[in-house]
């Protein structure tokens, strides 16, 4: 049975992982400004390869499936409202991509090199390096991208593109960027300040707004779990 205080926990974690990382889909991302006519070398792509797309606070991953196809794990609203494939597999844009945050809905889908690039440059089997583990062979990596393709849930810090390509990749899946923003999470809860910060916005609430439950409650209840949590 699922821990009602988990599941709030998880909840709050993925919207301020949202949040801190809006750049990320606002208009001024990499992408956009450079325009998506840049050049790649597919040629020196290979078949299972980690594609990797550095953006302004977050990194988008994909596996290279060859012929100019990349399997990646993109949220997008439209997967919600409508089954005409005709729509939904048209570039995603950036407000169907922040909404498909919001409601938890994605696809593990194939797009062009360039479609998945958006015109930001591209890195190359950068994962290895940086998490320092054995890759499966290619072909495997691959296979498993194309097994996984389709719709699935989504989740900021459980189930995003970085836990789709590492599990492909490596056959665990994980994400390195959703583990260090929880862990800067920690640092800021066990932050005793932020237990004063907390209680002050709190009284400055009810001065503001009056006594009553929506004010009272959130008062009392934050600075207390911060405290406990420190």
């Not at 290979?46 to 990646?72: F, K, M, Q």
């Not at 993109?74 to 995603?92: E, S, Y």
């Not at 996984?148 to 056959?171: A, D, I």
Request: charged share 20%; net charge positive; glycine share 6%.
């Amino acid at each position: 049975m699922k821990n009602p205080m988990l599941e709030v926990v998880s909840l709050l974690l993925e919207k301020l992982l949202l949040i801190s990382n809006f750049k990320l889909f606002s208009s001024g991302t990499p992408g956009e400004d450079k325009g998506r006519n840049s050049f790649y070398e597919i040629s020196s792509f290979l078949r299972g390869d980690v594609l990797e797309v550095p953006r302004t606070h977050l990194t988008h991953y994909g596996i290279y499936l060859g012929d100019n196809r990349v399997a990646h794990l993109m949220p997008d609203i439209l997967l919600a409202l409508t089954d005409d494939k005709g729509r939904t597999q048209k570039v995603v844009s950036n407000k169907r991509l922040i909404l498909g945050v919001i409601v938890k809905v994605a696809s593990i889908r194939v797009d062009t090199v360039e479609d998945f690039a958006y015109g930001a440059n591209i890195l190359v089997n950068h994962l290895d390096e940086s998490l320092k583990k054995k890759a499966l062979l290619n072909e495997e990596v691959a296979r498993r991208a194309e097994k996984q393709l389709g719709m699935t849930s989504y989740s900021l810090l459980w189930n995003n593109c970085e836990h789709f390509v590492t599990y492909c990749r490596y056959g665990t899946p994980i994400s390195p960027q959703a583990d260090k923003f929880c862990e800067n999470v920690k640092i800021i809860i066990r932050d005793q300040r932020s237990v004063l910060a907390s209680a002050v916005l709190g009284l400055a609430s009810i001065v503001c707004m009056g006594l009553a439950s929506y004010t009272t409650l959130p008062a009392i209840f934050i600075p207390f779990c911060l405290w406990m949590a420190g």
